[in-house]
């Protein structure tokens, strides 16, 4: 008898904790994406065009120096989700990434992957559009990384 009841309360806690995920709206994930633009990777492109290269022409013409800036920014992206979950955009607007299974953070590998499945996707534009069609609101890129966006209520 008392096993069994141990059993359900253990049933119980993981499905509340399953239930008060709170998965952030499409325009938010949007907004936060284009506040880490401005504030990470637009300084990379001004740093990498006009202090390591001579200008706009120079950094048109090197393949190396744009394909660079988009390590670099992804690099700091997963060093960030890695480190809290949250880039500046994402917190600006209460947002994390975190493992779809464990809810915790992940590591900086994954979130790299994630990174490149994003850049994928964003390609293809049907992975972004898939978030629309799901009640978990996940993207190709987060199905492809096993994670998810929920809204950071701490």
Not at 108 to 130: K, M
């Amino acid at each position: 008898m008392r096993w069994r009841k141990l059993k359900q309360k253990k049933i119980n806690k993981s499905f509340d904790a399953k239930q008060r995920v709170v998965y952030p709206k499409y325009t938010d994930k949007i907004k936060g994406f284009i506040t880490d633009l401005f504030m990470i990777y637009t300084p990379i492109l001004y740093i990498i065009t006009y202090v390591v290269l001579n200008g706009k022409e120079a950094f048109q013409a090197s393949a190396l120096a744009q394909f660079s800036g988009v390590t670099l920014y992804g690099i700091i992206y997963a060093v960030f989700i890695a480190r809290t979950g949250q880039t500046p955009g994402k917190k600006a607007y209460d947002m994390k990434v975190v493992d779809a299974k464990t809810l915790h953070n992940i590591s900086f590998l994954r979130a790299f992957w994630r990174f490149a499945a994003f850049l994928f996707t964003a390609t293809t534009l049907l992975g972004l559009l898939l978030p629309f069609y799901r009640k978990d609101k996940r993207a190709l890129h987060d199905i492809l990384s096993s994670t998810v966006e929920v809204e950071n209520r701490s």
